[in-house]
């Protein structure tokens, strides 16, 4: 079945002012400095445990080399690293300003971390992270308990208008989550977009504590609550909205096929692994314990890539197949991201963007100077000038198992074919030379 095209969103529905233009993100006058200070993480400078080497940004645009800039629902990114929602999106308040460290720094956009109504029924708990690490000591997995953001939301909001005024070339994001209240879902939509965001993700996708709440993933888990939600959503917002996948489910592609048919302009996909990081064997306790006790958390960081590059590939392939990318629909992968590399194999199989949370929970947000420079090595290795290029050149090499037993029985069938004759009596007087030629060691 073909999909709809994907509505432009220029017009509000009735009712509703209409909003700001998608900003052209050019490169301004205001230049992104090569070296952060007091990091040492300059262009061409490392990062403790970051391979590639730091690039210079301006705004977030490279300045030589292959572009990474691309253009998704209609918007600009400078580079497809994008803040993803968590700690590094929370906010700008004076003397912390965390979301303007990540312009500042060169990030292609910055997703908010996820904002509701009634922030004041959102209370965190400390600690609420564990590591994992692997036999060198460093980190690989992550857990966290963490819940949305515990701000006032009438503070949020004021703090991504005075972002957007600051940065209005830049590309701001606000990940939104509300109780199943249609009244809550078009209020939310509708106060982000009087700042002048640039786009909306809906998380249904948290798997700890919201979800208590009827919340993130336990919409995400229900494909026909999700589609309800989504439809809401999509009746009154005038700016793309991207549906974020929970993976703690059997089949990722359900949902999120749900969401592109009820009007969302594309998907991002993973949000973290239900988990639980560990027992302290001393203290017979989970971990992270708060008083001693735990729920479970979210997995993130190294650990997951796999799982979510099997999650991405699976939701590419259904909107290929579906229709869905020839009608403009789009991919944030998420999961494990910490190199240019592995935003490549991201990109091959169909991401549009790449998302990063913990990556700068644990390397800083000058790292995406690092991950811009990975990302243009492997392009300049294969001489890729642009991310279009190479977006979803993976994906035709994924099959059934049945056909890799049938692709390698007819592999070794012809090369058992090229050893030569078998016997005098296949001599052809035709092919005489063909038939010597083929039994000649040393071509």
Known sequence: MQHPAIRTRSAPVAGRAASRPFPANAVSARRVAARAAGNGNGAGGRLSGITDPAIELVDGAVTSGPDLSVVVNGVKFPNPFVIGSGPPGTNYQAGL???????????????????????????????RYAKLRDSNGSVFGWENIELISDRPFETMVAEMKRLKEEYPGRVLIASIMEEISRGAWEEIVGRCEEVGVDAF????????????????MAVGQDPDLLSEVCTWVNGVATKPVWAKMTPNITDITVPAKAALDAGCEGVAAINTIQSVMGIN????????????????????????KPIALAKVMNISRMMEAG??????????GIGGVDSGADAAEFILLGSDTVQVCTGVMIHGYPVVKNYCGGLQAFMTKHGFSSIAEFKGASLPYFTTHTDLVAKQKAAVQAKKAKVGLANDADWSGDDFVQNAESMVANR
């Open 97 to 127: 300003r965390v979301m303007k460290k990540a312009f500042d720094e060169g990030w292609g956009g910055v997703i908010v971390k996820t904002l509701s109504l009634e922030a004041k029924k959102v209370i965190n708990v400390t600690p």
């Open 323 to 332: 229709g869905y990318c020839a009608n403009g629909a789009s991919l944030s």
């Open 281 to 304: 064997l001393d203290t017979l306790r989970p971990e992270p314990a708060v008083e001693g006790y735990t729920t479970p958390g979210g997995y993130s960081y190294k650990a997951v």
């Open 201 to 216: 993700e809906i998380n249904f996708s948290c798997p700890h504590g919201m979800p208590e709440r009827r919340m993130g």
